[in-house]
């Protein structure tokens, strides 16, 4: 199904009143020099890509609570997206899990995406499971395995992967390992980087030229006492052992608890190695909540190092933006455009902040005014200008009030049954 443009208008035409009274008001209470038409232009432009993964119920330890009307094919996940995109604007693009969403006819897949507006980022490989097929197992690891022949079904996976991309007109692959130990010298740490640099190395020479690699990173799970790329130091290394075109992805559910991820941003754009983003929110681990739900401060201090990045470094202007949730118990759609919303709030709460003056006071030391700026910028209700980019996009001033309001869950319900499961997690 699709949320009709008509549809979008009315709902638009009730609200419009209430949002133009309020975005009158932030205008009132923002410096003048504040240019807020170039902001609701970047905020335009500026896209989130949809994990193909994500559309469905996740799990708990306790069991997987399916909400009905899952996709259950590859359409059906694009279709969803589209959903998003119809509302939110921000959401064109689908990044594929292969082997949970393989595009068996790639033609016909890329047409009908394109057909309801959507394209292809990130392919993402997976080999932290062993597939129906494959002859040799995972289970002591992949890239980094101890044997050469584990190691090329893995490299042959992931090059894998880049064909179907390619056919998709993707430009980049998403690498992420389970690969480590549960045990004190289960194996020479050494040699697992050795083997996983050289098996890195095989997959990107496979890349095309215009393509990136995108190496993940985690500190734990499923390994607990070591994971072979821990974290943005190795993954930054790794990438840097493979070539210019080859960067580190930082998931926000990807540290250890506390960790400064702002820093982490700052270091990877100084050393033009920042890949991307996998966003969503955590309180103990990976938890893969909504992303701003638990920590929007910390959302918006990266967001921070993120908008001075690029208007410094022209790499980081050209970030793979993703996010990254398990929807355990709310509606998958919901909880998506819900994390859409924090992530526009908060990169246009760090558009708001004074570069000069920042800089100015940093280079005086004085904190307290360095401290004022960001939280000033922190505490504007900045949900004005993101509606009213969505609004010249064409979307919806309150996606989630709409997609209650049409009943689109319980119309999914009826098109795919309520028992219908989504491919993947």
Known sequence: MRI??????????????????????????????IDLETIISLLQDFQIAIPSWALGAGGTRFGRYSIGGEPSSLDEKICDVAIINDLTKSTASISLHIPWDVPEDSVAVKEFAASLEITFDAVNSNTFQDQPEQEYSYKFGSLSHIKKKVRNQAIDHNIQVIEYGKALGSKSITVWLADGTSFPGQSNFRTSMKNTQSSLKEIYNALPEDWKMLIEY?????????????????????????????????????????TNI?????????????????????????????TGSVKPYQLFLIFNELVMGMSNDSSANDLAWMIDASHNIKDPLEDLMQSVEAIQVAYTQALLIDRNMLSQAQNENDVVVCQELLQNAFGTDVRPLVREARIRNGGSIDPLSIFREMNVREKLIEERGKSSRATGL
């Open 262 to 290: 702002e820093q982490i941003v700052a270091v990877l754009i100084l050393k033009e190695k920042l890949g991307g983003f996998h966003f969503n929110d955590s309180k103990y681990g990976d938890d893969d909540l909504t």
């Open 4 to 33: 009709e443009k008509a549809s979008i208008k009315e709902s638009n035409d009730h609200k419009l009143a209430s949002h133009n009274e309020q975005l009158s008001f932030l205008k009132q209470q923002l410096q003048p020099e």
């Open 218 to 258: 985690k500190p734990y799970e499923p390994n607990f006492y070591s994971m072979v790329i821990p974290d943005w130091g190795t993954s930054s290394m790794l990438a840097e052992g493979c070539g210019e075109n080859a960067f580190t992805l930082v998931d926000l559910g990807h540290h250890l608890p506390n």
